[in-house]
């Protein structure tokens, strides 16, 4: 017998090749999986989310009904909603709140006095792939609070998140009670990059939750 070959004719080289990428092959299938992710932070709600929604409640904050509103700088925020394993949410809708750029909100209990031609709340439906995107203002602080932006979740009748989106370097972070009492991991998952562009400032916040 050939010295050089298994009694059934594969190789000892081969044989043993196909013996070590085995384990190999076995674990590059284990890679791809979905990876296990950590649900987005959540925050309070706040005093400020809409008594009523507004009849203009789309994602342009920026158009109220025929008003437009320049008195801010224009901002894209986008980003997807996955569940845990990091597969979109089909027929998610996010929500957004935020005050004008002099600090108030569309609400009685701040007197309602937002501009008239900002929306200050809007929403979208995701879409196939667990997008969203909103025309909004860069965030501003207001007295006791620093720069931020609310956001809700829904999917049907279940409320899936409610978290407060904040700006990276934004120099009344320090100083805000909640984004001080969060764990150095939920500030990072809730605090974003605002990024000058051609068309205003964008900001991309994704969001991961236990559907």
């Not at 809409?50 to 789309?58: G, I, K, W, Y």
């Not at 068309?199 to 236990?210: E, N």
């Amino acid at each position: 017998m050939n010295p050089t070959h298994h009694p059934r004719g594969l190789p000892r080289r081969a044989l043993s090749a196909a013996i070590v990428a085995l384990p190999a092959l076995w674990l590059g299938a284990r890679a791809q999986a979905p990876t296990a992710r950590r649900a987005t932070p959540t925050q309070t709600e706040g005093p400020f989310y809409p008594v009523a929604l507004p009849a203009d409640s789309d994602n342009d904050l920026l158009r109220n009904g025929t008003l437009t509103y320049a008195a801010a700088e224009p901002t894209w925020v986008d980003g997807t909603v996955t569940d845990l394993d990091g597969r979109p949410l089909a027929g998610a809708l996010v929500e957004i709140w935020q005050c004008d750029a002099q600090g108030h909100y569309h609400h009685p209990g701040d007197g309602d006095r937002a501009d008239r031609a900002f929306q200050g709340f809007g929403k979208v439906a995701v879409d196939a792939q667990g997008r969203y995107r909103f025309r909004t203002i860069r965030p501003v602080a207001y007295s006791g609070r620093t720069a931020h932006i609310h956001v809700k979740v829904k999917l049907g009748t279940r409320e899936l998140l409610t978290t407060q989106l904040y700006v990276a370097g934004a120099p009344g972070n320090a100083r805000d009670f909640l984004w001080r009492s969060m764990s150095e991991e939920a500030r990072a998952a809730l605090t974003v990059p605002f990024e000058k562009g051609a068309d205003g400032w964008k900001a991309s916040f994704p969001i991961s939750v236990q559907a």
